[in-house]
C-alpha cells in the first residue's frame, strides 16, 4: 500500500513549450474538427493571437514531466498503475508558443477494495511565461497492490 504519509509532497515543477505542431496533432487525433486548433488564421479571425490549445492538451504536457523520481519514491510501480480519472479548471487561455510551468502536489492518497487499489491524487498548477494562471488540473492514478 501507498503510505498516506506522502499526502503534500510536492513534485518537482517543470516548464515545457506548447508547440503549434504537436496542438495541431493532438486535436487531429482526438477529433477535432474547428479550423482555430489547425489554421493560424482562423485563429486570429476568431480573436486569438495564434493556436490555443485544445482542450485537455495540458494533460499530456504534464505526462512529458522529466523528473519521474517521486513515483519511486512513494512506491508506485509503473505496471500496476491505470488512470483513473482527470478534470481541469481553466482560468485563462493557453497559445501555441507558451511556456507553461507546472506545478504538482500529491492532494491525497486513500484505498479501496480492502486495499487491493489505492488512489493517488495529484492537484497541478499550470502558469503560463507572464505567471498567468492557466489551469488547475486533478487527477487520479489508481495503483493495484498484490
Same mark, same amino acid.
Given at each position: 500500500? /501507498?503510505?498516506?504519509?506522502?499526502?503534500?509532497? +510536492? /513534485?518537482?515543477?517543470? =516548464?515545457? +513549450?506548447?508547440?503549434?505542431?504537436?496542438?495541431?496533432?493532438?486535436?487531429?487525433?482526438?477529433?477535432?474538427?474547428?479550423?482555430?486548433?489547425?489554421? !493560424?488564421?482562423?485563429? =486570429?479571425?476568431? #480573436?486569438?493571437?495564434? %493556436?490555443?490549445?485544445?482542450?485537455?492538451?495540458?494533460?499530456?504536457?504534464?505526462?512529458?514531466?522529466?523528473?519521474?523520481?517521486? &513515483?519511486? !519514491?512513494? #512506491? /508506485?510501480?509503473?505496471?500496476?498503475?491505470?488512470? #483513473? !480519472?482527470?478534470?481541469?479548471?481553466?482560468?485563462?487561455?493557453?497559445?501555441? $508558443?507558451?511556456?507553461? %510551468?507546472?506545478?504538482?502536489?500529491?492532494?491525497? /492518497?486513500?484505498?479501496?477494495?480492502? #486495499?487491493?487499489?489505492?488512489?493517488? +491524487? &495529484?492537484?497541478? &498548477?499550470?502558469?503560463?511565461?507572464? $505567471? !498567468?494562471?492557466?489551469?488547475?488540473?486533478?487527477? +487520479?492514478?489508481?495503483? &493495484?497492490? $498484490?
Amino acid at each position: 500500500m /501507498i503510505d498516506k504519509k506522502h499526502i503534500g509532497k +510536492v /513534485i518537482p515543477a517543470f =516548464r515545457t +513549450v506548447a508547440e503549434a505542431g504537436r496542438l495541431r496533432f493532438f486535436a487531429k487525433a482526438t477529433g477535432e474538427t474547428n479550423p482555430v486548433y489547425f489554421d !493560424e488564421s482562423a485563429a =486570429r479571425d476568431a #480573436g486569438h493571437p495564434t %493556436l490555443p490549445l485544445p482542450p485537455t492538451f495540458l494533460f499530456s504536457l504534464e505526462l512529458e514531466q522529466p523528473d519521474k523520481s517521486w &513515483r519511486d !519514491e512513494i #512506491g /508506485i510501480q509503473v505496471a500496476r498503475i491505470l488512470h #483513473g !480519472e482527470q478534470s481541469f479548471t481553466y482560468h485563462k487561455m493557453a497559445y501555441a $508558443g507558451d511556456v507553461l %510551468l507546472f506545478e504538482c502536489r500529491i492532494a491525497d /492518497i486513500y484505498d479501496k477494495k480492502g #486495499g487491493a487499489l489505492d488512489f493517488v +491524487v &495529484r492537484e497541478t &498548477r499550470v502558469t503560463n511565461q507572464k $505567471g !498567468e494562471h492557466v489551469a488547475d488540473m486533478r487527477s +487520479v492514478l489508481v495503483h &493495484r497492490n $498484490g
